[in-house]
């Protein structure tokens, strides 16, 4: 049975006239007719009864008529379908974010996308930069909005936001609770909670910077590779963690039964800038249907400002 012989048959049975049929179809009726001969020879039965004065169709014909419609719908939705997705329109795409990206590009971006590709399924995920990246490496995601400039040419990126600032994290009985802000300087004299480099080489490289241009060395005494073990520890030890400030201030490192404070570090202020990341053999339309959606750059100077008033 071929898709064609069906397109004939539905011709004749809705024209119920072979000339006619066969006009519509741009064919010529010894064609027309041999299409249905085909299809009736390979269902094995006969599906339009004709004389010289009538074309009718079978009991059989008007049961297959139904059949044969839906067929042919499908198909069409099929292509629709594969059209859309090789457009951006439709298809699905797996976004990984982080909580800046959540609070200053998502919002947007999510708007302008539902609302220019209603039909392109989003999920999201939030991950920190290592793990994102090592999901968008295996395909399971599509986009990463993570810190830092990726440096594998396995990836192409785009700047979204930039001069991120990074705090201390402290609990509420520390002695930097009540300061508004501390120089870099005086972490010498601190014991630190870090995660380890693979979960966020742009963050901890900008705090070892931020180290070196103060002329001190961290003394990291202890691990967490989570936001909320971090506040965990913080809060029960006189340690000191690093946050985003855009994590800090919405409470985003408030862990259950925990009470941290979130402290300024100048002089220097270590910063980090968010990127969109995405494979360099994306072939899904939708990756840059999105990154239109997120447009170039043109919420950093936004973020800055909305960054500063915190």
Known sequence: MEFRHLVSFIAIAEELHFGRA??????????LSAHLQKLEKSLGVRLVARTSHEVKLTVAGREFEGQARSIIAQVDKAAQIAKATAEGRSGTLNIGYNLPASRH???SALVRMTAAHPDVVVSLWERRTGPQ???LADGRLDIGLVYGHPRSAEFRSRLVLRNIPLVAVVGAGHRWAGRAGVPFAELAAQSCVLFTREQCPAMYDSIFCAAADSKISLNVVQLADDPGATA????????VGFASQPRASSGGLLAMGTSTVAVKLFDPTPMIDLYAVWRADAINPAVFSFLD???HGEGSSRTENALAAI
């Open 22 to 31: 066969a006009t519509r179809l741009h064919l010529t009726q010894p064609s």
């Open 232 to 239: 965990h520890m913080v809060s029960v030890k006189s340690l």
């Open 105 to 107: 590009v998502l919002p």
């Open 293 to 295: 959606c997120i447009g």
């Open 133 to 135: 990246l090592d999901d």
